[in-house]
């Protein structure tokens, strides 16, 4: 058992098209492919969000085993929604023989594919982007409603944070868990009741762990003068070109092609 290998968060550096678009571009194609992928419900759509995804890993030059790596915490949620979504048509189901229950399992299946797809989108953003200048992308598209008194910059501090923190975190419970370990804890052994009464004793240091680090994250910021993003300049200010539009375009393009396919043509063959 080994939290430290779970690499998800981390930004993965290398030299592709997809890394060197504007943060901006990639947050704004990312609520583009989520709208494409959020409504599909047929097997059709969902292998064409498929292509689509293992298409940009390609672009992006990223190992499909990393990628696979960094989305392993939510292969439990994702497993959680099939047998859901299987026990729920099951239950409304009008015959337990082959034919009643095979549409529960369609779904459920088609349901716990679409949770896949969604994250395995969305974890190609922070592998692909630097977390200051996914910060810097986040301020940027929420800066118009600073108007409305939203903390734009607050924001994009508090996300950029977290994705430094999760690797942190990730070392700091495999060293706790290996600490129990040695002193003869079962975190490993017996039923989901007893497995996660034995994980007390690693959930307890890591609350603590995390409270004294964000105490002395505060304390240091405060120290050096922080008083959020009025009047801060960046060092790399964001710069949108060429390819960014380029980009957008023919995402957005193909989203509204896909959709309107799926709609008026894939949903009629289903049917």
Known sequence: MSFASIAMGQYVPAESFVHSLDPRAKLSLLAAIMVAVFPSSDVLSLSCCAAAF???????????GMVLKSCRPIFFLTAFTFVFNLAAGLWNAASWELLGWLPSLCAAVVAASRLLLLVFFAVLLPLTTAPLELADGMESLLSPFRHVGFPAHEFAMMMSVALRFIPLLMDETDRIVKAQLSRGARLDQGNAVR?????????????????????ALALAMEARGYRGGEGRTRRRPLAWKK?????????????????????????KIMI
Do not use: N, Q
């Open 54 to 64: 293992f298409g940009t890993v390609k672009i992006s030059r990223l190992s499909l």
């Open 243 to 267: 390819r960014d539009t380029g980009a957008t375009i023919f995402v957005v393009t193909a989203v509204v092609v896909f959709t309107f396919v799926r709609v008026f043509a894939i949903e």
């Open 195 to 215: 497995r996660m009464i034995a994980f007390f004793p690693v959930v307890i240091p890591l609350f603590v762990i995390i409270f004294k680090r964000a105490d």
